[in-house]
């Protein structure tokens, strides 16, 4: 099975970093994926990491340790928008599940 | 980038009808897809993955007399909530795996509120 730990909510200022942590247990594993939700909306794609180490897409960053079963999500320069929830998900060795965290509420405050 | 449809997005229903929702995958082909739902403030919970062709199969505690899924062509699957209750009113989001990482690709999601 799968077991997924994420902190149920954080709180930032706008321009400033926050790092989302993610920690799992896994029978398997075959990547791990964020996602950002706002309120009400489906959740929208931000990065994948199968292997070791730091993935930066502009102001988002991801980093991977198979080995201590760690991820985090970096946010920079945080904007107004980026208050939303964002999901840690891991897939099975399969390749067929995605099992979802269960979520971050992050609130970013003026 | 790949395009999940899904419809409606949301619907107010009397309790003891049936509802359906309908997701497809506009771009690409999908032999699986996967339908979740979501309470408030709480993260997505798989309730069963759909296969082309083939029954789905649901997951524990997922009545699948009470959540009918139909998938019946590579672009089409529907979520049936039959016999809806007020406990049923939830998001009901759909996905399929396609693209660059096989990563899932959501549907807008439907609010379902059952009076």
């Known amino acids: 099975g799968q077991n997924i730990d994420q902190p149920t909510e954080m709180t930032a200022t706008e321009g400033a970093i926050v790092q989302i942590n993610c920690t799992y247990q896994?029978?398997?594993?075959?990547?791990l994926f964020w996602y950002q939700q706002h309120a009400g909306e489906a959740p929208t794609f931000l990065s994948y990491?199968?292997?070791?180490g730091l993935e930066e897409k502009g102001r988002f960053s991801s980093f991977l340790s198979r080995s201590k079963g760690y991820s985090y999500l970096l946010l920079k320069e945080l904007q107004m928008k980026d208050s939303a929830s964002y999901l840690c998900a891991v897939r099975d060795n399969a390749g067929n599940m995605l099992t979802f965290g269960g979520g971050t509420r992050l609130m970013v405050k003026p | 980038g790949a395009v999940v449809s899904q419809h409606p997005s949301w619907v107010i229903c009397k309790s003891g009808t049936s509802v359906k929702i309908e997701c497809r995958s506009l771009d690409f082909q999908a032999t699986t897809m996967f339908w979740y739902r979501q309470f408030p403030k709480q993260s997505l919970m798989l309730m069963a993955t759909?296969?082309?062709?083939?029954?789905?199969?649901?997951e524990q505690g997922v009545e699948k007399d009470k959540f009918l899924i139909n998938h019946a062509s590579l672009t089409l699957s529907t979520l049936t909530v039959t016999s809806a209750h007020p406990e049923d009113s939830s998001f009901y989001i759909c996905s399929a795996r396609g693209g660059r990482y096989e990563k899932l690709f959501f549907g807008s999601g439907t609010q379902l509120s059952v009076l």
């Open positions: 990491n199968v292997l070791d």
């Open positions: 759909s296969n082309e062709g083939s029954k789905a199969t649901y």
């Open positions: 896994t029978s398997g594993f075959n990547g």
